[in-house]
Protein backbone atom coordinates (compact mmCIF):
# COMPACT_ATOMS: atom_id res chain seq x y z
CA UNK A 1 0.00 0.00 0.00
CA UNK A 2 0.95 3.39 -0.76
CA UNK A 3 -1.43 5.64 1.26
CA UNK A 4 0.88 5.81 4.23
CA UNK A 5 3.94 7.31 2.67
CA UNK A 6 1.32 9.57 0.40
CA UNK A 7 0.20 10.34 4.14
CA UNK A 8 3.31 11.30 5.13
CA UNK A 9 4.48 13.14 2.34
CA UNK A 10 1.33 15.35 2.95
CA UNK A 11 2.16 16.39 6.79
CA UNK A 12 5.78 16.79 5.44
CA UNK A 13 4.17 19.51 3.05
CA UNK A 14 2.04 20.65 5.57
CA UNK A 15 4.55 21.26 7.97
CA UNK A 16 6.89 22.97 5.24
CA UNK A 17 4.22 25.47 4.88
CA UNK A 18 3.54 26.33 8.06
CA UNK A 19 4.94 27.91 11.51
CA UNK A 20 6.51 24.51 12.22
CA UNK A 21 9.01 24.23 9.75
CA UNK A 22 10.61 27.59 11.16
CA UNK A 23 13.33 28.25 13.18
CA UNK A 24 12.80 27.66 16.35
CA UNK A 25 16.02 29.97 17.50
CA UNK A 26 14.60 33.10 19.64
CA UNK A 27 14.31 34.20 23.21
CA UNK A 28 11.46 34.43 25.97
CA UNK A 29 10.81 38.19 25.52
CA UNK A 30 10.20 37.77 21.43
CA UNK A 31 8.38 34.99 22.35
CA UNK A 32 5.90 36.56 24.62
CA UNK A 33 5.67 39.73 22.86
CA UNK A 34 5.77 38.82 18.95
CA UNK A 35 6.87 42.78 18.28
CA UNK A 36 10.24 43.39 19.39
CA UNK A 37 11.97 45.20 15.88
CA UNK A 38 10.80 48.46 17.45
CA UNK A 39 12.40 47.83 20.80
CA UNK A 40 15.26 45.08 20.68
CA UNK A 41 17.07 44.79 23.24
CA UNK A 42 20.35 42.46 24.12
CA UNK A 43 19.02 38.97 22.37
CA UNK A 44 15.65 39.89 21.17
CA UNK A 45 18.05 42.01 19.07
CA UNK A 46 20.80 39.94 17.55
CA UNK A 47 17.81 37.19 16.40
CA UNK A 48 14.76 40.63 15.27
CA UNK A 49 16.55 43.48 14.67
CA UNK A 50 20.75 43.82 14.76
CA UNK A 51 20.99 47.21 14.83
CA UNK A 52 19.67 47.30 18.44
CA UNK A 53 22.48 45.77 19.99
CA UNK A 54 24.67 48.96 20.03
CA UNK A 55 21.62 51.09 21.94
CA UNK A 56 23.25 50.38 25.93
CA UNK A 57 26.37 49.07 27.44
CA UNK A 58 26.27 45.65 28.51
CA UNK A 59 27.52 42.26 28.73
CA UNK A 60 24.89 39.42 28.51
CA UNK A 61 24.69 35.86 28.25
CA UNK A 62 21.15 33.76 27.89
CA UNK A 63 21.16 30.32 28.17
CA UNK A 64 17.52 29.63 26.23
CA UNK A 65 15.13 25.83 25.63
CA UNK A 66 12.25 26.48 23.20
CA UNK A 67 9.91 23.48 22.27
CA UNK A 68 6.73 23.55 19.46
CA UNK A 69 3.92 21.57 19.10
CA UNK A 70 5.36 19.50 16.03
CA UNK A 71 7.79 18.35 18.50
CA UNK A 72 10.70 19.93 17.54
CA UNK A 73 13.29 21.45 20.15
CA UNK A 74 16.23 24.01 20.68
CA UNK A 75 18.91 24.23 23.04
CA UNK A 76 20.59 27.74 22.69
CA UNK A 77 22.86 30.08 23.54
CA UNK A 78 23.06 33.79 23.18
CA UNK A 79 25.73 36.25 24.15
CA UNK A 80 25.58 40.09 23.52
CA UNK A 81 28.77 42.34 24.29
CA UNK A 82 28.63 46.15 23.66
CA UNK A 83 31.14 47.32 26.16
CA UNK A 84 34.60 45.83 24.96
CA UNK A 85 33.79 47.74 21.74
CA UNK A 86 31.66 50.36 22.35
CA UNK A 87 31.40 51.57 18.65
CA UNK A 88 31.15 47.70 17.29
CA UNK A 89 28.76 45.82 19.27
CA UNK A 90 28.66 42.48 18.69
CA UNK A 91 25.56 39.19 19.24
CA UNK A 92 26.01 35.77 18.77
CA UNK A 93 23.35 33.52 19.06
CA UNK A 94 23.71 28.94 18.36
CA UNK A 95 21.20 26.75 18.84
CA UNK A 96 20.82 22.57 18.63
CA UNK A 97 17.44 21.78 16.71
CA UNK A 98 16.48 18.26 17.35
CA UNK A 99 12.88 16.81 17.47
CA UNK A 100 10.89 13.79 18.98
CA UNK A 101 11.51 10.63 18.17
CA UNK A 102 7.54 10.22 16.58
CA UNK A 103 7.55 13.26 14.85
CA UNK A 104 5.79 13.65 11.45
CA UNK A 105 9.28 15.39 10.12
CA UNK A 106 12.34 14.52 12.19
CA UNK A 107 14.55 17.83 11.96
CA UNK A 108 18.32 17.52 13.20
CA UNK A 109 21.27 20.94 12.53
CA UNK A 110 22.16 23.95 13.57
CA UNK A 111 21.21 27.78 13.79
CA UNK A 112 23.76 30.04 13.97
CA UNK A 113 23.77 33.95 14.06
CA UNK A 114 26.32 36.69 13.84
CA UNK A 115 25.17 40.32 14.62
CA UNK A 116 26.95 43.42 14.70
CA UNK A 117 25.80 47.52 15.54
CA UNK A 118 27.22 50.50 14.82
CA UNK A 119 25.80 53.78 16.77
CA UNK A 120 25.88 56.78 14.23
CA UNK A 121 24.84 58.91 17.00
CA UNK A 122 23.31 58.65 20.43
CA UNK A 123 19.33 58.15 18.40
CA UNK A 124 20.96 56.50 15.30
CA UNK A 125 22.26 52.33 15.13
CA UNK A 126 22.42 50.36 11.70
CA UNK A 127 22.93 46.50 12.16
CA UNK A 128 23.98 43.59 10.26
CA UNK A 129 23.07 40.03 10.86
CA UNK A 130 24.85 37.26 9.17
CA UNK A 131 22.79 33.41 9.73
CA UNK A 132 24.22 30.57 8.69
CA UNK A 133 21.43 27.50 9.05
CA UNK A 134 22.22 23.58 8.53
CA UNK A 135 19.28 20.97 9.33
CA UNK A 136 18.32 17.81 7.67
CA UNK A 137 15.07 16.72 7.09
CA UNK A 138 13.23 13.66 6.72
CA UNK A 139 9.86 12.04 6.63
CA UNK A 140 9.76 8.29 8.60
CA UNK A 141 8.19 5.85 6.49
CA UNK A 142 7.03 2.45 7.58
CA UNK A 143 9.23 -0.53 6.96
CA UNK A 144 8.82 -1.39 3.06
CA UNK A 145 7.61 1.51 2.36
CA UNK A 146 9.08 4.30 -0.48
CA UNK A 147 11.35 6.61 1.62
CA UNK A 148 9.85 10.16 1.15
CA UNK A 149 11.92 12.63 0.29
CA UNK A 150 11.96 16.39 1.84
CA UNK A 151 14.50 18.92 1.34
CA UNK A 152 17.60 19.87 4.02
CA UNK A 153 17.53 23.09 4.74
CA UNK A 154 21.34 24.41 4.26
CA UNK A 155 22.74 27.83 3.53
CA UNK A 156 23.85 31.27 4.21
CA UNK A 157 21.72 34.61 4.65
CA UNK A 158 21.98 38.42 5.75
CA UNK A 159 19.52 40.59 7.93
CA UNK A 160 19.94 44.16 8.23
CA UNK A 161 18.53 46.66 10.51
CA UNK A 162 18.03 50.25 11.56
CA UNK A 163 16.78 52.05 15.15
CA UNK A 164 16.10 55.76 15.14
CA UNK A 165 15.25 56.85 18.70
CA UNK A 166 12.86 60.22 17.95
CA UNK A 167 12.73 61.18 21.23
CA UNK A 168 10.17 61.13 23.95
CA UNK A 169 10.47 57.43 24.35
CA UNK A 170 10.12 56.65 20.87
CA UNK A 171 11.99 54.17 18.73
CA UNK A 172 11.55 52.85 14.83
CA UNK A 173 12.91 50.01 13.87
CA UNK A 174 13.31 48.68 10.18
CA UNK A 175 14.38 45.27 9.29
CA UNK A 176 15.01 43.36 6.36
CA UNK A 177 15.14 39.59 7.31
CA UNK A 178 16.75 36.57 5.09
CA UNK A 179 17.88 39.00 2.46
CA UNK A 180 19.45 36.37 0.54
CA UNK A 181 17.08 34.01 -0.46
CA UNK A 182 16.77 30.53 0.26
CA UNK A 183 14.02 29.57 -1.54
CA UNK A 184 12.71 27.93 1.84
CA UNK A 185 9.10 28.84 3.95
CA UNK A 186 11.31 28.07 6.85
CA UNK A 187 13.42 31.38 6.20
CA UNK A 188 11.05 33.41 4.32
CA UNK A 189 12.39 36.88 2.50
CA UNK A 190 10.83 39.54 4.84
CA UNK A 191 10.81 43.39 5.40
CA UNK A 192 9.34 46.06 7.44
CA UNK A 193 9.78 47.94 10.97
CA UNK A 194 8.37 48.60 13.94
CA UNK A 195 7.30 51.37 16.23
CA UNK A 196 8.05 51.09 20.11
CA UNK A 197 7.44 53.51 23.23
CA UNK A 198 9.23 52.45 26.47
CA UNK A 199 9.09 54.52 29.72
CA UNK A 200 10.25 53.25 33.01
CA UNK A 201 8.45 50.46 33.65
CA UNK A 202 6.14 49.85 30.20
CA UNK A 203 7.14 49.22 26.45
CA UNK A 204 4.81 48.94 24.02
CA UNK A 205 5.85 47.88 20.46
CA UNK A 206 3.78 47.44 17.37
CA UNK A 207 5.42 45.73 13.88
CA UNK A 208 4.56 45.49 10.53
CA UNK A 209 6.18 43.09 8.13
CA UNK A 210 5.95 42.18 4.21
CA UNK A 211 6.35 38.35 3.33
CA UNK A 212 7.44 37.91 0.11
CA UNK A 213 7.70 33.83 -0.06
CA UNK A 214 4.55 32.12 1.63
CA UNK A 215 1.87 33.57 0.29
CA UNK A 216 -0.82 31.58 -1.68
CA UNK A 217 0.57 32.04 -5.96
CA UNK A 218 4.03 34.05 -4.89
CA UNK A 219 1.17 37.23 -3.28
CA UNK A 220 3.44 39.37 -0.78
CA UNK A 221 1.27 38.58 2.72
CA UNK A 222 1.33 41.07 5.77
CA UNK A 223 2.54 39.66 9.07
CA UNK A 224 1.86 41.52 11.98
CA UNK A 225 2.85 41.69 15.59
CA UNK A 226 2.30 43.48 18.43
CA UNK A 227 3.33 43.28 22.19
CA UNK A 228 3.61 45.04 26.07
CA UNK A 229 6.13 44.77 28.48
CA UNK A 230 4.88 45.86 32.45
CA UNK A 231 7.72 45.81 34.70
CA UNK A 232 6.50 45.04 38.25
CA UNK A 233 8.16 46.15 41.64
CA UNK A 234 11.34 46.27 39.30
CA UNK A 235 11.36 42.57 39.85
CA UNK A 236 8.87 40.75 37.76
CA UNK A 237 8.13 41.78 33.81
CA UNK A 238 4.95 40.96 32.55
CA UNK A 239 4.68 40.03 28.99
CA UNK A 240 1.73 39.34 26.23
CA UNK A 241 1.84 39.76 22.67
CA UNK A 242 -0.28 39.08 19.71
CA UNK A 243 0.56 38.07 16.18
CA UNK A 244 -0.98 37.52 12.44
CA UNK A 245 -0.02 35.88 10.09
CA UNK A 246 -1.34 37.09 6.88
CA UNK A 247 0.66 33.94 4.70
CA UNK A 248 -1.44 31.37 6.68
CA UNK A 249 -4.68 33.17 7.72
CA UNK A 250 -3.46 32.48 11.63
CA UNK A 251 -3.59 34.11 15.06
CA UNK A 252 -1.12 33.52 17.68
CA UNK A 253 -1.54 35.02 21.52
CA UNK A 254 1.49 34.91 23.90
CA UNK A 255 2.53 35.74 27.35
CA UNK A 256 5.01 34.88 29.71
CA UNK A 257 6.73 36.14 32.85
CA UNK A 258 10.21 36.77 34.74
CA UNK A 259 11.98 37.46 37.51
CA UNK A 260 14.81 39.75 37.68
CA UNK A 261 17.94 39.81 40.18
CA UNK A 262 20.26 42.66 40.85
CA UNK A 263 23.77 43.02 41.82
CA UNK A 264 26.56 45.45 41.95
CA UNK A 265 26.28 47.90 39.20
CA UNK A 266 24.19 46.36 36.17
CA UNK A 267 25.68 42.85 37.34
CA UNK A 268 22.12 40.07 37.79
CA UNK A 269 20.31 37.86 36.45
CA UNK A 270 16.18 37.04 35.08
CA UNK A 271 14.36 34.06 34.50
CA UNK A 272 12.14 33.90 32.09
CA UNK A 273 9.00 31.72 30.65
CA UNK A 274 7.04 32.12 27.90
CA UNK A 275 4.23 30.64 25.80
CA UNK A 276 2.99 31.38 22.61
CA UNK A 277 -0.39 29.57 21.30
CA UNK A 278 -1.95 29.31 17.71
CA UNK A 279 -5.22 29.93 17.88
CA UNK A 280 -6.43 28.47 14.75
CA UNK A 281 -4.48 25.41 14.28
CA UNK A 282 -4.96 22.77 17.10
CA UNK A 283 -2.06 21.20 18.22
CA UNK A 284 0.25 24.21 17.50
CA UNK A 285 2.38 26.27 20.12
CA UNK A 286 5.73 27.24 21.38
CA UNK A 287 6.82 27.08 24.87
CA UNK A 288 10.74 28.83 25.44
CA UNK A 289 12.44 29.48 29.25
CA UNK A 290 15.33 31.57 29.51
CA UNK A 291 18.29 31.96 32.05
CA UNK A 292 20.10 35.19 31.61
CA UNK A 293 23.16 36.97 33.37
CA UNK A 294 23.99 40.45 32.82
CA UNK A 295 27.73 40.75 33.79
Not at 122 to 136: A, F
Not at 244 to 271: H, M, N, P, V, Y
Request: with cysteine.
Amino acid sequence: MRYPALLSLSAALACAASPCAAQLLDDPRAVAMGGVRGDPVANSAVIHNPAGLSRAYLYFAEAVYLRDGAGKNVAGVNIVDSKTQQKLAVGVAYGYQFTDSDADVIVDGHDVRLSMSHPFSDRVHVGVGLHYVHLDRSVPVEEGEAPVEIDDLKGFTIDAGLLVDVGQGLTIGLVGENLIDLDDPALPRRAGGGLAFAADAISLDVDVLADFDRGADDATTVLVEGGAELLLADVVPLRVGYTWDGALEQSWLAGGIGFLTRGEGTKGGQISISYRHNLDAEGEYVLAGGLTMFL
